[in-house]
Every structure is written in C-alpha cells, then in structure tokens.
C-alpha cells in the first residue's frame, strides 16, 4: 500500500508545483512590468487632495535583485517538477506491465483514487481479494 500512496502524493506533489511555478512566473512578469513602467502615481504634488502614505515605491536594485532570485528559483522547480513526471512516467509505465485483474485493481487504485471496496464492487470481487491482490503487485 505504500507504493500506491507514494504515487499519489507523487501526482499532488507535481500539482503543487505547477502551481508554484504558476505563481512565480506572474510575479515576476508584475515585478518586471513594474520595473519597465515604473509606478503610475508620481506627479506633481497636489496639496489640496489628502496624501496617500498608503503607497510604497521599491528601489529598481531591490527590484532587478529580487526577479534574479525567483528566476534561480524557477529553475530549480522547474527541475524538481521534471524529475517528479519522469518518476510518474516510470511508474505509470510500470503499471501497464501488469496483467488481467492486477492492472484493473494497480489501475483503478493509482489513477482513479478508488477505495478498496469500490474497487471490489466494480469488479465483481470480495475486499479481501482486493486486499490480496494489492499486496502482491506492491511487493
């Protein structure tokens, strides 16, 4: 049961870093825009609104710092998520090797997430042949 569990933390792993990597890369295509454009707020001082000390102006070299930082780690996400699809792949290859009823239980356990006794129930089974037949594809 292990390997099945690892299997599916591998495959939540791999969303978490699509997104991660989603995330990185929208901030720093803000940070550059901000970096082109510059902030949008700077004119000539006009006394007769109230001042806005909401605003916080960040330094261009704090800035360029900050995009080279999340550009080093976009890469090594990028790398990490990779190597996380590669061991997916194995895995997943691993899995058609199977035959007969142990690929219907190895498959209906890693890629539809289902429990023993759904599985049981499609397949016309008892649980306990289920719970038989996942051990011997684990070991």
Not at 5 to 15: A, K, V
Not at 23 to 40: D, F, N, V
Not at 89 to 100: P, R, V, Y
Request: aromatic share 6%.
């Amino acid at each position: 049961m292990n390997s099945i569990n690892s299997y599916q933390d591998l495959c939540r792993e791999i969303e978490v870093l699509e997104i991660r990597i989603e995330s990185i890369e929208a901030e720093i295509k803000h940070l550059r825009k901000l970096m082109i454009q510059g902030p949008k707020d700077i004119t000539a001082i006009d006394y007769s609104k109230e001042s806005n000390k909401n605003i916080v102006h960040i330094p261009l070299d704090i800035l360029i710092d900050r995009v080279e930082k999340l550009e080093d780690k976009l890469v090594i996400f990028k790398e990490i998520l990779e190597e996380k699809i590669q061991y997916k792949e194995k895995i997943e290859s691993l899995l058609k090797k199977f035959d007969g009823i142990q690929y219907k239980v190895m498959y209906l356990k890693l890629k539809e997430n289902m429990s023993v006794e759904n599985i049981a129930e499609t397949l016309g089974y008892s649980e306990r042949q289920i719970y038989r037949i996942l051990k011997e594809c684990s070991t």
